[in-house]
């Protein structure tokens, strides 16, 4: 069973950078559609970012010109490097990935992240 383990959360002033990354335990790990979400206290969770294999990548329209989302085959790695963070921007993040094969869909998820932005 492949895991994904997040890291790169902490706390960070509004303005600041933060870069997080999501390692699959397994090598190789192929997989088709990379996306990033994150879940703010009482709220349900939402996609930030995501990178199909061989597409466009795809962003919320709140983290648009701010957050870039990308990732390295070769080392099973997938990143979200944050810009001009907000307070708004606090949150847990997840990686998570998909693999699909025919009809059937592998879902991984990692554990997450805590990202906080103070004001």
């Known amino acids: 069973q492949v895991q994904l383990v997040e890291s790169g959360g902490g706390l960070v002033q509004a303005g600041g950078s933060l870069r997080l990354s999501c390692a699959a335990s397994?090598?190789?790990?192929?997989?088709?559609?990379g996306s990033w979400y994150r879940q703010a206290p009482g709220k349900e969770r939402e996609l930030v970012a995501s990178?199909?294999?061989?597409?466009?990548?795809n962003y919320a329209d709140s983290v648009k010109g701010r957050f870039t989302i990308s990732r390295d085959a070769t080392a099973n790695t997938m990143f979200l490097q944050m810009n001009s963070l907000k307070p708004e921007d606090t949150a847990v993040y997840y990686c998570n990935a998909k693999i699909y094969q025919g009809r059937t869909v592998e879902e991984y998820w990692g554990q997450g992240t805590q990202v906080t932005v103070s004001s």
């Open positions: 990178i199909p294999n061989g597409q466009a990548t």
């Open positions: 397994r090598s190789p790990f192929r997989f088709d559609y």
